[in-house]
């Protein structure tokens, strides 16, 4: 059972990336997905994250409006659209799910994956 993270890279500010989080031993339609991440120096923090119904959403308010979660059923994978990419949005990007909506807002995570780079660029 794993969470793997990829689509990571160096990118300009304004620029964009799309994350994938590919689950494998397990159906990630089940649980309650997101992405935190964790700059150099810093807490970790909650960018996005998708219920198991795929009705409730959350975002922290730096990404709203410049970021998208979105489920791929088919493939068992969820996507984190990151567009107008910002300098401080550089951090190590996980991706980690949770059985319960609480668990997922409180970190208490079921799995999470090795991390993905983003670096942004000024």
């Known amino acids: 059972v794993q969470l793997q993270a990829s689509g990571g890279g160096l990118v300009q500010a304004g620029g964009s990336l799309r994350l994938s989080c590919a689950g494998s031993?397990?159906?990630?339609?089940?649980?309650?997905i997101g992405w935190f991440r964790q700059a150099p120096g810093k807490e970790r923090e909650g960018v996005s994250s998708?219920?198991?119904?795929?009705?409730?959403?959350y975002y922290r308010d730096s990404v709203k409006g410049r970021f998208t979660i979105s489920r791929d059923n088919a493939n068992n994978t969820v996507h984190l659209q990151m567009n107008s990419l910002k300098p401080e949005d550089t951090a190590v990007y996980y991706c980690?799910?949770?059985?319960?909506?609480?668990?997922?807002?409180?970190?208490?995570?079921?799995?999470w994956g090795q991390g993905t780079l983003v670096t942004v660029s000024s």
């Open positions: 031993g397990f159906k990630v339609y089940y649980y309650n």
């Open positions: 998708i219920s198991s119904t795929g009705n409730t959403f």
């Open positions: 980690a799910a949770a059985s319960e909506l609480g668990k997922w807002y409180r970190f208490e995570f079921d799995y």
